[in-house]
C-alpha cells in the first residue's frame, strides 16, 4: 500500500495540523509515512498545503504531482489540486467554502460536505479540517479513526487537550457523514 494525499486550503483552517494527525495516526498504526508541509507568508489568510504519504515500505518522495486523494478546504484549492487526482481516486471539498458543483473528473470518486457547518453544529467552527478529516479517512480507509484519536494529544498543545473530546467528537461526526453519503 501506497497513499499520497493533499490537504490545502487557507492558512488558519487547521491544514497543517491535520496532515500532521494523519502522518502520526499512520505512525500509531505501524505504517510509514512523511510529511511535507507547504504555506505562504501569511500565517492566516494565504495558502497552506501538505503532502503526506503513507505506506507500508518505506516511501521514496515525500512530493506527489498525482496524489490519490485530497481535501480541498476551499475553492482556490479545488481548482489547483482536483485536476491532478489519480484515475480512481478521492477528492473531498468542504462545500462551506468551496461553492464548486461543477467539479467532476472521470474516474475520481467525490464527497461534498458542509465541513464548517458540522463544525458549528458541534460548538467549535474551528473543527471543520478536523471533520474534514474523518470523512476522508472514513472513505479511503488509509488509517483508523482510533489511531488519529490516539495521535491527538502528541499533535495538539498541551493548552489545548482540554479540547480533545471535541476534536474526537468532531472527527467521528465527519466519518459518520462520510459512512451515509
Not at 89 to 112: C, P
Amino acid at each position: 500500500m501506497n497513499y499520497a494525499s493533499i490537504m490545502a486550503g487557507f492558512g488558519g483552517q487547521g491544514i497543517l495540523m491535520i496532515g500532521n494527525l494523519l502522518s502520526i495516526g499512520a505512525l500509531e498504526q505501524g505504517l510509514g509515512c512523511t510529511y511535507f508541509p507547504s504555506y505562504g507568508v501569511e500565517m492566516r489568510g494565504g495558502t497552506a498545503n501538505c503532502t503526506v504519504t503513507i505506506s507500508d515500505k518505506e516511501v521514496g518522495s515525500p512530493v506527489t504531482a498525482r496524489p490519490d486523494g485530497v481535501i480541498a478546504m476551499n475553492g482556490p484549492s479545488v481548482d489547483k489540486f482536483g485536476p491532478r487526482v489519480k484515475e480512481g481516486g478521492f477528492l473531498l471539498i468542504n462545500t462551506d467554502m468551496a461553492q464548486d458543483e461543477k467539479f467532476s473528473k472521470d474516474g475520481v470518486n467525490v464527497l461534498r460536505i458542509g465541513c464548517n457547518t458540522i463544525a458549528t453544529e458541534l460548538g467549535n467552527p474551528k473543527l471543520a479540517s478536523m471533520v474534514a478529516l474523518g470523512a476522508f479517512v472514513e472513505k479511503t480507509g488509509i488509517v483508523t479513526i482510533d489511531s488519529l484519536v490516539q495521535a491527538l494529544p502528541r499533535v495538539l498543545p498541551e493548552k489545548a487537550h482540554k479540547l480533545i473530546p471535541l476534536n474526537e467528537k468532531a472527527l467521528k461526526a465527519g466519518a459518520k457523514y462520510a459512512a451515509e453519503n
